[in-house]
Nanobody, 121 residues
Framework: QVQLVESGGGLVQAGGSLRLSCTAS????????MGWYRQVPGKQRELVAL???????NYADSVKGRFTISRDNAKNMVYLQMNSLKPEDTSVYYC???????????????WGKGTLLTVSS
């Protein structure tokens, strides 16, 4: 079994900063890509940022220059530093990982349960 657990969500004023963290644990052989998606009720889940095990990153246009994704491969953790937050960043943020399981070396996608970020105006 593999688990992704997010932390760091909460309430912040517009213009403020917050950092999300996610830890992957369980039967993990290796992790390829980790990242963050977000979803508001009634809308599709959308990409926020991804980072490969080599450190290559990809950001949604809406967060470029404001959000920074990073990871600690030794700890199986991924972070999202969010600066200059806007009310439209309000969403549930989900941690994502594409990884290889220990058993049978299956390549699979996993998701966390999400953490809520609310940005007040």
């Amino acid at each position: 079994q593999v688990q992704l657990v997010e932390s760091g969500g909460g309430l912040v004023q517009a213009g403020g900063s917050l950092r999300l963290s996610c830890t992957a644990s369980g039967s993990i052989f290796s992790i390829n890509t980790m990242g963050w998606y977000r979803q508001v009720p009634g809308k599709q889940r959308e990409l926020v940022a991804l980072i490969t095990n080599g450190g290559n990153t990809n950001y949604a246009d809406s967060v470029k220059g404001r959000f920074t994704i990073s990871r600690d491969n030794a700890k199986n953790m991924v972070y999202l530093q969010m600066n200059s937050l806007k009310p439209e960043d309000t969403s549930v943020y989900y941690c994502y990982a594409n990884l290889v399981t220990t058993l049978r070396h299956n390549v699979m996608d996993y998701w966390g349960k999400g953490t809520l970020l609310t940005v007040s105006s």
